[in-house]
């Protein structure tokens, strides 16, 4: 009896033994799978950084600063454009190829022209009804710029779109006005000779 005893003792002390290190052995693998699971998750995270920083380092500092010259550029394109569609002297034809280069500048034909040229309001009309009612001008205008900078360089939003704001100082028969330009870098399909290729260009948007 006492030997059964015994080894009933003997028998649930190795069980005992036996779980703790079960147990014990359990919470290594659990620990050691966590972890894994943590270095994972880690070289995931740092991965889709890498990817975001790639995204983020498309445009250089240099290639902002070359679309935001280009923009500064088409804004006195279409200055010039104005005069020749207002200008009485120039030829019908050459306003209507004028007015179809201006438009070639901005984004597309419905942005909004807040038109002080003519009068002092605030109402904004579509850009191509604008320069459509400026050719039928009986005086030219006379208009220079004194001075383009932007106000918000462009930079990307969360969906990685580029956009920024210009300020101009117009000279407007003698009278000052200045003017807000909205730019937004957009994908263009471009016809060169026969092949057709799709191009980023910084395009102008709204004026206010």
Do not use: W
Not at 71 to 82: S, V
Not at 157 to 163: A, E, K, T
């Amino acid at each position: 009896m006492r030997k059964l005893i015994s080894n009933i003792i003997v028998f649930y002390t190795l069980l005992l033994l036996y779980s703790c290190a079960s147990e014990s052995q359990d919470r290594n693998n659990m620990t050691t799978a966590t972890e894994a699971e943590s270095a994972s998750q880690f070289n995931e995270d740092i991965s889709l950084e890498k990817k975001m920083n790639v995204k983020n380092t498309l445009l250089t500092t240099e290639q902002k600063e070359a679309f935001q010259l280009r923009a500064i550029e088409k804004l006195e394109d279409f200055i010039d454009y104005l005069k020749i569609i207002a200008d009485q002297k120039i030829d019908s034809e050459l306003k209507q190829h004028s007015i179809s280069l201006a438009l070639e500048l901005f984004i597309n034909d419905s942005t909004l022209f807040t038109d002080s040229i003519l009068a002092d309001t605030t109402e904004a009309i579509p850009l191509k009804s604008f320069l459509t009612t400026i050719q039928t001008n009986k005086t030219p205008i006379l208009v220079t710029i004194e001075a383009i900078k932007f106000t918000v360089p462009i930079t990307a939003d969360s969906l990685f779109n580029y956009q920024g704001n210009m300020e101009v100082i117009l000279n407007i028969d003698g009278k000052k006005i200045t003017k807000n330009v909205n730019v937004q870098l957009v994908e263009k399909n471009k016809k060169f000779g026969t092949i057709n290729k799709e191009i980023t260009e910084i395009g102008l948007g709204n004026i206010y």
